[in-house]
């Protein structure tokens, strides 16, 4: 078809990374910054969650006000629908390992920390977390006023398609930027791989369902999704709400 041309032509004109040059990880992210992320995932107990909370809005923000503490409270949520019972949590650590080297060495002095640590373990049933770089086309997760909901949406590539994923998205990154909804986008370095996390913000349900909709009104997303989708072996959605002293509301 004339539209099939039109988009075949198209793809000459968008530079493409060749994976053969280096690995994905130099590929992908970010030149100018060397963040470093770590996401966490805790399943808590259901008759403790609320205990959780609370002890983690009192000690975080204490720990993050020292100015030695190389590391960044980028979010905090407990997930509404999705896995029950769970609290994800985002930090960003500037400076790439080393910080993050430097950041659990002195944890391991704090004895806050370490009690804190203590007691919450026995709010949990499991906790996991990953290693994770930000795509160099995504935003960088700024605080942001809220109330806002949050959708993570976590993507299990198959091995060897990351390459292929970047350059899909960051042509249909520009689709879903006119209302501010795209916080951040991330690929796993460490713990569970070819893992993509896609951080978004919405109003409330129905901007959600609206949002969603209108990008594929737009030319052009309709073929992201057409591309990318072969690309993935399983996908999941959360939708969370942030807790008290996240600095993404």
């Keep these: 078809s004339r539209d099939a041309e039109g988009s075949w032509f198209r ?32 399943n808590v107990k259901p008759e403790c969650l609320e ?15 020292d100015p030695d503490y190389p590391c960044d409270l980028v979010g905090n949520w407990n997930t509404w629908y999705g896995e029950q019972d769970q609290a994800v949590h985002l930090w960003r650590f500037s400076g790439g390992y ?5 950041c659990m060495s ?24 990953q290693l994770l770089l930000e795509f160099s086309f995504w935003n960088e997760p700024r605080p942001r006023q809220g109330p806002n909901i949050y959708e993570l949406r976590s993507y299990k590539l198959k091995p060897g398609t990351m390459i292929e ?15 501010q909804e795209a916080v951040g ?52 959605s959360r939708i969370m709400i942030p807790l008290k002293i996240s600095p993404l509301q």
């Design 165 to 179: 994923w970047g350059n899909n998205w960051a042509r249909a990154i520009k689709y879903r930027q006119e209302n």
């Design 98 to 102: 080393p910080a993050l080297t430097d």
């Design 11 to 42: 793809s000459l004109f968008v530079h493409k990374v060749d994976p053969r040059k280096d690995a994905h990880s130099n590929l992908l992210s970010k030149k100018e910054t060397s963040n470093l992320y770590k996401i966490q995932f805790h």
């Design 51 to 65: 205990t959780y909370n609370k002890l983690t809005e009192e000690v975080l923000p204490k720990l993050h006000s």
């Design 106 to 129: 002195k944890l391991r002095q704090n004895k806050e920390y370490l009690d804190f640590r203590k007691e919450r373990s026995r709010m949990l049933l499991s906790r996991r977390n």
């Design 185 to 236: 986008g991330f690929f796993s370095q460490i713990g569970e791989l070819y893992v993509v996390h896609h951080l978004w913000a919405y109003r409330d349900l129905q901007s959600r369902e609206e949002t969603r909709n209108a990008a594929w009104r737009k030319r052009g997303w309709d073929e992201n999704v057409y591309y990318t989708v072969p690309l993935i072996r399983t996908m999941e």
